[in-house]
């Protein structure tokens, strides 16, 4: 795996996960998440694991809806919704109600839902302590607390650590959203569908599959990232029923209603970029026609003949019959899938190993040298940037004079080109200080004689796995290198600089563009000049 890594960082992720497969004991488990559960049954099993102090915290994301699965299973549980299920969104006021509903539930039995958690933080932690004070007290067994909220940073840990979480996030890969999206559907409603019904649900599941999974190859899978959600799924489930009793008798398919209804309202509601909807009209068109029902397995990939690779859409079979004929007829994971090219996937897929090795990295030990103590510790690693700062960069020492510079040309001597320099020695003397103070900063606090701050603990955390802390590039210039080649790349731009200003009126014969901050700057100065010395208009020169 390290050669993959070295030679082929797209590749590295699927290494890893056959790695896991045939290493650790049932290592599927921990590459392939539980795909063929729906939510409720997650839901269902989540709450044999709750109990009166163990709260059940749903953490929401587009187009999800826990309430309508709590109250489902509310009744498969014996308890009346109406009655013994008290819902509170929380908002101004609501607090109030909120803790009435609470004493109620701990005494009687009952189960409370809280909405929208985060938009009340301060109440959090008045809940905490009302919990605390339940489970002191000793609840009715059969009390439960439901809460729900959006990602936010504002919850507190306490709160956190004694919930049991759910998502409701859709999970990767074509073959475990095709079981995501088929396993929503409970059996029983399956198998009493009509055959046809069947057929275009399973094709659906597949088209559901597809715009969620497209999402992951950026522009080119979608040029927009939408919230498509298992609610897109739902609803439109619930129109090809309407629709298909609707024409039973004619015994034709309305086509043209249903592709409409999929790709310009259900899924198409949520795209506004006008060649995104043309793709997924054309999709919808290849995938919902005669042929789906005519043949006896048609081919559900689209534009794969002679390329090695199939799915096709079985003929009307049983509930688990289709869930086998997922999990072994899926072929792996490709972009023929998605109707795209198969080097399509390697910008997302290298772009996923950087992610991960960085995390890695992140997660290291920090506070002292880690396997055997032959590396160096946070604070040896710290200093010795500094002295690459300070003594090999001498990056204060070698900081511009603006005003000397200005001073030198004049301004008649002043063109273009001076006008974009001077414009660069301003980004690289923000830059230079920002660099200096920070790390003056740290060398105080190492001394005892500043407190550390959090933003001085995440700068050196960031130095100490060799990436630019985020201030600096804020403040920088677009790059992608670790933060010694980022130092060494900068000390280039600076020597640049100090190139051109010990004669500041000549032109340099030869500028490195890609040692700029603003390079489109010079660019346009070309053109300036160009334009004034040939009497050209600006607006029709290209470079």
């Known amino acids: 795996m390290l050669v993959t890594r070295v030679l082929r960082p797209d590749r590295i992720t699927t290494a890893l996960d056959n790695f896991v497969r045939r290493t650790l004991p049932k290592g599927a488990d921990f590459v392939d998440c539980d795909s063929t559960s729906s939510f409720a049954q997650v839901l269902a099993s989540s709450y044999m694991d709750s109990t009166p102090t163990t709260p059940i915290y749903f953490i929401l994301s587009p187009g999800a809806d826990p309430v309508k699965d709590v109250e489902a299973l509310a009744r498969s549980q014996g308890i009346d919704p109406n009655k013994m299920l008290h819902t509170i969104a929380l908002g101004q006021g609501q607090d109030v109600v909120a803790m009435n509903k609470l004493d109620i539930g701990h005494k009687d039995g009952h189960w409370v839902m809280l909405q929208n958690i985060h938009l009340m933080p301060r109440f959090l932690i008045e809940l905490e302590k009302r919990l605390d004070h339940f489970a002191s007290e000793g609840s009715n067994p059969s009390f439960r607390l439901f809460v729900s909220s959006d990602p936010s940073t504002s919850i507190p840990i306490g709160l956190l650590e004694r919930c049991i979480k759910l998502t409701n996030e859709p999970p990767e890969g074509l073959k475990q959203n095709m079981k995501r999206a088929f396993t929503f559907f409970n059996k029983e409603e399956i198998e009493e569908k009509d ?8 094709a659906l599941c597949y088209f559901h599959s597809v ?29 090809l029923n309407n629709y298909m009793e609707t024409n039973a008798a004619s015994g034709k398919i309305p086509w043209d209603d249903l ?17 995104d909807r043309i793709f997924c009209s054309a999709f919808l068109n290849n995938l919902m026609n005669d042929t789906l029902l005519e043949d006896d397995e048609c081919e559900l990939f689209p534009f794969v003949e002679g390329k090695g690779v199939s799915f096709k859409c079985p003929a009307p079979i049983a509930y688990e019959k289709y869930l086998e004929h997922i999990e072994t007829e899926c072929p792996p994971e490709t972009p023929l899938a998605f109707g795209m090219d198969p080097n399509a996937e390697i910008d997302f897929r290298t772009t996923q190993c950087y992610s991960l090795f960085k995390t890695l990295q992140e997660i290291q030990p920090r506070g002292g040298a880690a396997g055997g103590g032959e590396g160096q510790g946070i604070q040896e690693r710290i200093q010795a940037f500094m002295v690459r700062v300070n003594d090999e960069c001498s990056l204060d020492q070698n900081k511009l004079n603006i005003d000397d510079i200005a001073s030198k040309l004049g301004d008649e001597a002043r063109t273009p080109f001076q006008n974009a320099f001077l414009q660069e020695c301003e980004y690289m003397n923000i830059l230079i ?14 001394r005892g004689e500043l407190t550390m701050t959090e933003k001085m603990e995440q700068l050196m955390a960031a130095i100490y796995i060799n990436t630019v802390p985020a201030p600096w590039a804020k403040l920088g210039y677009p790059s992608t290198r670790g933060l010694g080649s980022w130092l060494d790349n900068l000390k280039q731009r600076l020597d640049q600089l100090n190139a051109w200003k010990d004669d500041p009126v000549k032109k340099p014969p030869v500028t490195f563009l890609n040692r700029l901050f603003n390079p489109q700057s010079f660019l346009t100065a070309i053109k300036q000049v160009y334009a004034r010395e040939n009497m050209v208009e600006l607006n029709q020169l290209t470079i």
């Open 433 to 446: 200080r920002a660099i200096v103070s920070s790390l003056q900063e740290i060398e105080l606090a190492f």
């Open 211 to 239: 715009m969620l999974e497209r999402r992951k190859f950026g522009p080119k899978g979608w040029n927009m990232r939408y919230p498509f959600s298992v609610g897109d799924l739902r609803d439109s489930a619930i129109v």
């Open 195 to 202: 055959p046809k019904i069947k057929t275009i649900l399973f």
């Open 259 to 275: 592709k409409y209804i999929f790709g310009d309202i259900m899924y198409g509601g949520h795209i506004v970029d006008d060649w």
